[in-house]
């Protein structure tokens, strides 16, 4: 499957549900060592990030989202085994109590 460089929350929180019950892992990936209240996230550390298994994505995200977006060559290039996305709007976008439903 192809993923776009770009998710919005939106669409990483129903991709999150959809691709779990696939067995896909989606880690909300911080940047800027700037947890988001009430997600999930995992400190950018690629020896931590190298253990996940092969086919995980990885949602980076900073402050903005404009910085992870530049650095997602980078990214995918240190990461060729797992799919690489950036959080649009990054963490200033990021709605705490935004919810999906589970549309099944």
């Known amino acids: 499957m192809n993923y776009p460089n770009e998710w919005t929350q939106e669409e990483f929180l129903k991709n999150k549900i959809k691709l779990a019950k696939d067995g ?3 880690v909300l990936v911080d940047t800027i060592l700037s947890p988001i209240e009430k997600a999930q996230t995992t400190v950018y550390n ?3 990030l190298q253990q996940y298994p ?3 994505i990885f949602v980076f995200y900073c402050d903005t989202g404009k910085a992870t977006l530049d650095r997602l060559k980078e990214y ?3 990461f060729p085994k797992h799919h ?3 959080l649009r709007g990054g963490r200033g ?4 109590n935004m919810m999906v439903l589970d549309e099944e």
């Open 84 to 86: 690489c996305i950036s």
């Open 46 to 48: 690629p020896y931590e």
């Open 24 to 26: 896909i892992d989606v």
């Open 93 to 96: 976008y990021w709605r705490k």
């Open 76 to 78: 995918k290039a240190k």
């Open 54 to 56: 092969e086919g995980t």
